[in-house]
């Protein structure tokens, strides 16, 4: 959804459709919470 609204921001503004590219990428490095507490119970030692 976030880079449909930047391919059509990119007519009106470039840099806001590059700002929408970034935080999409950077929102890729945040780990998904459901996913981490469901398994750090599972970790051996």
Do not use: C, K, Q
Request: aromatic share 18%; proline share 7%.
């Amino acid at each position: 959804m976030l880079y449909a609204a930047a391919i059509g921001l990119a007519f009106v503004s470039p840099w806001i459709s590059y700002g929408i590219y970034v935080a999409v990428a950077l929102s890729w490095f945040v780990p998904d919470r459901r996913f981490t507490r469901r398994h750090e119970g599972n970790a051996p030692g």
